[in-house]
């Protein structure tokens, strides 16, 4: 109960003000089962016998429902932050990964979410993978990370990028392939309100 009261005040914090998540434990019943609790006998995995299933319901109204059935992808990148966030803040977790934690999403909610996962990094050491400028800009070391052909083979080259740099990156994520003033402009915006 308490974790999915935590998960639900990080949800509100991320947008989804009127969210309900719950954590459901089964167990199943099998004949041959190797544990017996109360004359029954339930079957059992390599990870115990409890089956846990997230349920969640994002709009008023709705009853939860398991997270992988109803969940959009922009509400799973935010029910997972929310999740890592709680989770974090109870164990000793020195390095964060976030992989494209900003599928799905956008604008107001993007820069809502970059501004979380930079308030975890008070605490923790946080990658993020990322092609929203509103969470690029937030960084405070920025890497480029693109592909080569060397003989025959594909290669991931790895880029810091200085400050000016990280300014024409954040502005290529917002524009697309063609850096502009403009640009250039609301990169070093998006850059200065990260501070």
């Known amino acids: 109960k308490r974790l999915s009261r935590a998960i639900v005040e990080e949800l509100k914090r991320l947008g989804i003000s009127e969210g309900q998540f719950e954590v459901d434990f089964s167990h199943t019943e099998q004949p041959n089962g190797d544990i017996i609790i109360d004359g029954s006998r339930y079957e059992t995995t390599h990870s115990g016998y409890d089956h846990v299933e997230f349920l969640i319901s994002t709009n008023l109204g709705e009853d939860p429902k398991p997270l992988?059935?109803?969940?959009?992808?922009?509400e799973i990148?935010?029910?997972?932050?929310?999740?890592?966030?709680?989770?974090a803040k109870s164990?000793?977790?020195?390095i964060l990964v976030f992989d494209e934690i900003d599928t799905g999403i956008s604008g107001k909610i993007a820069?809502?979410?970059?501004?979380s996962i930079k308030e975890l990094s008070r605490y923790h050491q946080i990658i993020?993978?990322?092609?929203?400028?509103?969470?690029?800009?937030?960084?405070?070391?920025?890497?480029?990370?693109?592909k080569e052909t060397v003989k025959q083979r594909t290669i991931?080259?790895?880029e810091h990028l200085n400050p000016e740099d990280h300014q024409k990156e954040v502005?290529?994520?917002?524009s697309g392939t063609e850096i502009t003033d403009a640009s250039l402009r609301?990169?070093?915006?998006?850059?200065?309100?990260?501070?």
């Open 156 to 158: 991931s080259v790895v």
């Open 111 to 115: 820069q809502v979410v970059g501004f």
């Open 91 to 94: 164990e000793r977790l020195p």
């Open 68 to 74: 992988v059935k109803v969940a959009s992808g922009g």
């Open 77 to 87: 990148s935010r029910i997972m932050l929310a999740m890592k966030t709680v989770l």
């Open 186 to 195: 609301s990169a070093q915006e998006l850059i200065d309100a990260s501070k």
């Open 171 to 174: 502005a290529r994520l917002l």
């Open 128 to 146: 993020v993978i990322t092609h929203l400028a509103q969470i690029a800009a937030l960084g405070q070391s920025h890497f480029r990370v693109r």
